[in-house]
């Protein structure tokens, strides 16, 4: 009975971090992209000498310079701006993960949620298999009654939920970014 008392707790906890509620803008970081004004700077002198002004780039560190471990994933996220703020651990265990984290960040006015878990594949209990299976097959898993989009990493130990409600083409473009950044993480 404790057992599952436990568990009903665990995923009520998921549950709340998944839905993005609670908090206010003025509480949480913001991730900024770029230094103001470098990048006043340089469009101002890209615009004089082409007419046109560049889409802000954010200079990448490789993921070879972290450990391959959910602490090295988290410093790496950090390091390429991926995520702000201090990471919250999260109820990882609801879902058969070893670890877990959860960043709340504001982007361009849009509060954005990223949650990363680390799964331990050389021994994988039922939940977790469960939820890296459906996650491969459909890009989501289950959770109350709900589908939670998920993304995996390219060596499948890792899963990321990444939540942002805004559909402006920065935010768009930030996510895909993001993805792409955790898809490559330690891959090969």
Same mark, same amino acid.
């Given at each position: ?107 361009? /006015? &849009? !509060? ?7 799964? %331990? ?5 039922? $939940? +977790? ?35 942002? /409600? &805004? !559909? ?7 996510? %895909? ?5 955790? $898809? +490559?993480?330690?891959?090969?």
């Amino acid at each position: 009975m404790m057992k599952k008392l436990t568990a009903l707790c665990g995923a009520l906890v998921l549950a709340l971090s998944l839905s993005a509620c609670g908090g206010t803008a003025t509480q949480l970081p913001a991730l900024v992209l770029e230094d103001p004004a470098a990048s006043n700077a340089a469009s101002q002198v890209s615009g004089a000498e082409s007419g046109t002004q560049e889409e802000p780039t954010v200079e990448e560190v490789p993921y070879t310079e972290f450990d391959d471990s959910l602490d090295g994933l988290c410093d790496f996220l950090t390091a390429n701006k991926a995520v702000a703020g201090e990471p919250t651990e999260m109820a990882y265990e609801t879902i058969g993960a070893a670890g877990g984290y959860r960043y709340r960040f504001i982007l361009n /006015n &849009s !509060t954005v949620q990223v949650e990363v878990y680390a799964f %331990d594949l050389e021994n994988l209990g039922e $939940q +977790g298999q469960a939820v890296l299976d459906s996650v491969k097959e459909s890009g989501q898993f289950p959770m109350l009654d709900n589908q939670v989009p998920a993304t995996l990493s390219g060596s499948g130990q890792y899963m990321m939920i990444y939540t942002d /409600n &805004s !559909t402006s083409a920065e935010n768009t473009a930030q996510k %895909d970014r993001v993805l792409g950044l955790f $898809q +490559g993480f330690y891959s090969e």
